[in-house]
């Protein structure tokens, strides 16, 4: 079973940034798609940005577009998001998740595994 284990997460003021990664188990890292989700407080987990398992092909919701980007490093079983321009609006806990498919998935029933959350706070 992989395990994803997040780190980054934080307080920050409106404008700020912040960087997350996330370290998978297991050595079929560089297989699979993987995504960052978030989730507000009374609001459904939603797709934040994706990445294609050679990290050539990426996605971003509309809303992070510009000011979000997403990595990955295979071989260091490692997918970062990182946070710019950060806005009061993106305080939720980030998922990181791995795709059951070998390409970009943005579905959250496309993913199969998920890490324990991490706490983003944004303040005004």
């Known amino acids: 079973q992989v395990q994803l284990v997040e780190a980054g997460g934080g307080l920050v003021q409106a404008g700020g940034s912040l960087r997350l990664s996330c370290t998978a188990s297991?050595?079929?890292?560089?297989?699979?798609?993987m995504g960052w989700f978030r989730q507000a407080p009374g609001k459904e987990r939603v797709i934040v940005a994706a990445?294609?398992?050679?990290?050539?092909?990426?996605y971003y919701t509309d809303s992070v577009k510009g000011r979000f980007t997403i990595s990955r490093d295979n071989a260091k079983n490692t997918v970062y998001l990182q946070m710019n321009s950060l806005k009061t609006e993106d305080t939720a806990i980030y998922y990181c998740a791995r795709s059951q498919y070998g390409g970009t998935a943005v579905l959250t029933t496309d993913y199969t595994n998920w890490g324990q959350g991490t706490q983003v706070t944004v303040s005004s």
């Open positions: 297991g050595r079929t890292f560089s297989s699979y798609g």
């Open positions: 990445i294609s398992p050679s990290g050539s092909v990426t």
